[in-house]
């Protein structure tokens, strides 16, 4: 028969190993996006479509609040929206600073390359 000793020991080993079963992965941001909080950043979305904003805020899910919010249209036409919330799922890019189309020169150049 076993010991109470023994026993003890048997009961803290069991609640050990579950513990580390019940250990939750606290989640993280893919990209850490601090560092462009309060400044101009540049997103397209999923569907082509362009905006540029101030990052203010963002979360676990890259979903972004961006303040001064300007859509970019294909005809360099601009709308402004003001104050977004910007669901990450949607994200295709996101480019801090500036949006900036590629020269027509190095399209053909990098299309080249490619083929």
Do not use: C, W
Not at 16 to 44: E, H
Not at 85 to 103: Q, V
């Amino acid at each position: 028969m076993k010991d109470s000793k023994e026993k003890d020991k048997e009961k803290q080993e069991k609640s050990k190993q579950q513990k580390q079963k019940n250990i939750k992965v606290k989640k993280s941001n893919i990209y850490d996006l601090a560092p462009y909080i309060n400044k101009k950043v540049s997103i397209i979305f999923a569907g082509g479509r362009k905006i540029k904003g101030i990052l203010k805020s963002y979360d676990t899910l890259e979903n972004m609040i961006l303040d001064d919010v300007e859509e970019i249209f294909p005809n360099d036409k601009i709308r402004e929206l003001g104050l977004a919330f910007i669901k990450g799922s949607s994200l295709e890019s996101f480019i801090p600073g500036e949006y900036e189309e590629i020269p027509e020169l190095y399209k053909e150049m990098i299309t080249n390359d490619f083929k």
